[in-house]
């Protein structure tokens, strides 16, 4: 049977594990010295994040306006949700009337199981959000939807809580959603992206729209302020060239 190859990520945390053995065998004098010492770490080929521009995210949320799952790639564009936070969303966590959303958990698949489990996010913060009126809208007709579900469903339906769940009830698989996504992106005559790039879409959308990187920080749900800037800097609009209007304005005085 076949085996997927291990991550880079998954290969140096093995080496480091080996050398760490290695090294109590030369102190119990077992041996003279360490062979994977002489190896190096794997480097991690950053992967380019990809975006929707502002045309191409309202051309595929139009295609996907009649979908069951039209609201959650509202939700992700709105608010730059990772795939288990938003599939970690409960009814609970939104209010409808105040037009806020709370982030509390995410969905990941479970390596024992195989199935989806609730898991704290991915930097152990709550964050609320403020909605805006689109996703609000959507998310009132997806309550619509899913209450019609609950009713076809029947007896087989069970009370999760989540807002977006399978046709009776239970919480979506991430590793499902992103085969679906992928076909919606093919039908839309659109580039394919991965589904977290919406996420990237997100931030890119808004920094357009003016936002400072504390306000892109705060939605993404970023720990550091220099994880923001590192992923998004390159997209702020004229940023250096305020920086150089800044100079010229210190410099002016005196010279010619």
Do not use: C
Not at 3 to 26: D, E, F, H, Q, W
Not at 140 to 146: A, G
Not at 176 to 187: A, E, Q, R, Y
Request: aromatic content about 6%; hydrophobic content about 40%; proline content about 4%.
């Amino acid at each position: 049977m076949m085996t997927a190859a291990p991550t880079v990520k998954t290969g140096n945390y093995a080496r480091r594990v080996l050398s760490i053995a290695l090294n109590r065998a030369i102190k119990r004098g077992e041996m003279y010295r360490n062979p994977a010492a002489l190896t190096d770490n794997r480097r991690t080929v950053k992967h380019e994040a990809q975006f929707l521009t502002l045309p191409q995210a309202k051309h595929l949320l139009a295609k996907v306006s009649n979908d069951p799952l039209e609201a959650l790639h509202r939700v992700a564009l709105a608010f730059g949700l990772r795939k288990g936070e938003a599939l970690g969303l409960r009814w609970i966590n939104v209010g409808l009337d105040t037009a806020r959303l709370t982030v509390r958990q995410q969905i990941q698949r479970s390596r024992v199981t195989k199935g989806p489990i609730a898991k704290e996010t991915k930097n152990h913060q709550v964050r609320t959000v403020d909605m805006p009126v689109f996703a609000v809208a959507a998310l009132r007709r997806h309550r619509t939807r899913q209450r019609e579900a609950r009713l076809l469903a029947g007896s087989r339906w069970q009370d999760t809580g989540y807002i977006f769940t399978s046709t009776i009830g239970t919480p979506i698989d991430a590793s499902n959603l992103s085969g679906k996504f992928h076909t919606m992106l093919t039908d839309a005559e659109l580039p394919r992206l991965r589904w977290h790039e919406l996420r990237h879409s997100a931030a890119s959308l808004v920094l357009g729209q003016g936002a400072s990187m504390q306000e892109v920080q705060a939605m993404m749900g970023h720990s550091q302020i220099s994880v923001t800037m590192d992923y998004y800097a390159h997209l702020m609009p004229g940023a250096l060239r305020g920086v150089a209007d800044r100079m010229d304005a210190a410099f002016a005085t005196g010279t010619e």
